[in-house]
């Protein structure tokens, strides 16, 4: 039984062929590049194994460099410009108008971010809360006590609550605390790791009504 949905923001709430979380991505591999004084090539390759051990770049930065510039960080891999990016659809929010659930945000970006791509998606009014990193203490997806708190602030337990994202080991991690994990598969990629998905999130009142019926 579904009592909430949990979604997440980049690249869920809009496409990631739209480009911005790709460019969040870049700015942040120049970032540790520079910090760490090494290539921007090793930069990305050590983001993409060592990093995803400890849930963010920013979190790894800190706990294995002793990193602590969290704002400057935040700043400069964020672009405030997100409407260069992102086209407003209005089918989204007539969507989640139509959703009788209570719905809130998981993301492991800054509330900035989140805002900024909230107000240009026009969809901040239908999410009861919006948790962001900082909310979780700088350990978010995939730590256990994100969901958790998440689940509490939505006034229910994981197992009711449907989790919408598109990177599959926090969804996996959702999953493993018994809740309903739901991916966004925009290219097909992710057909072997047993999550269901859909295609885009517009696609979710289609995947909610087979499930429940
Ligand atoms: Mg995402």
């Known amino acids: 039984m579904i009592r909430a949905i949990l979604f997440d923001l980049d690249n869920t709430l809009y496409p990631a062929s739209s480009g911005l979380d790709r460019e969040i991505d870049r700015r942040m591999t120049v970032f540790t590049a520079r910090y760490l004084g090494i290539s921007e090539q090793e930069a990305h390759l050590l983001r993409k194994t060592d990093a995803r051990r400890h849930g963010t770049t920013l979190q790894w930065l800190r706990?294995?460099?002793?990193?602590?510039?969290?704002?400057?960080?935040i700043v400069e891999v964020h672009p405030q410009n997100v409407s260069s990016f992102l086209s407003y659809d209005p089918r989204l929010a007539e969507m989640l108008s139509q959703l009788p659930y209570?719905?809130?945000i998981?993301?492991?970006?800054?509330?900035e971010h989140a805002e900024r791509v909230l107000e240009c998606l026009k969809v901040r009014f239908y999410?009861?809360?919006?948790?962001?990193?900082?909310?979780n203490q700088f350990r978010g997806k995939p730590y256990p006590e994100a969901y958790r708190q998440a689940a509490h602030m939505l006034g229910t337990r994981i197992?009711?609550?449907?989790?919408?994202d598109d990177l599959p080991p926090y969804l996996t991690a959702f999953k493993a605390l018994g809740g309903h994990p739901l991916l966004v598969d925009e290219e097909g990629k992710h057909t072997d790791v047993g999550i269901p998905s859909i295609p885009t999130v517009l696609d979710l009142p289609v995947y909610l009504e087979k499930i429940t019926s």
């Open 102 to 104: 209570p719905k809130a």
């Open 106 to 111: 998981l993301t492991n970006s800054p509330i």
């Open 63 to 73: 706990e294995v460099y002793g990193f602590h510039d969290i704002e400057e960080y």
């Open 127 to 135: 999410f009861d809360a919006v948790l962001d990193i900082r909310f």
């Open 159 to 164: 197992e009711e609550v449907l989790f919408i």
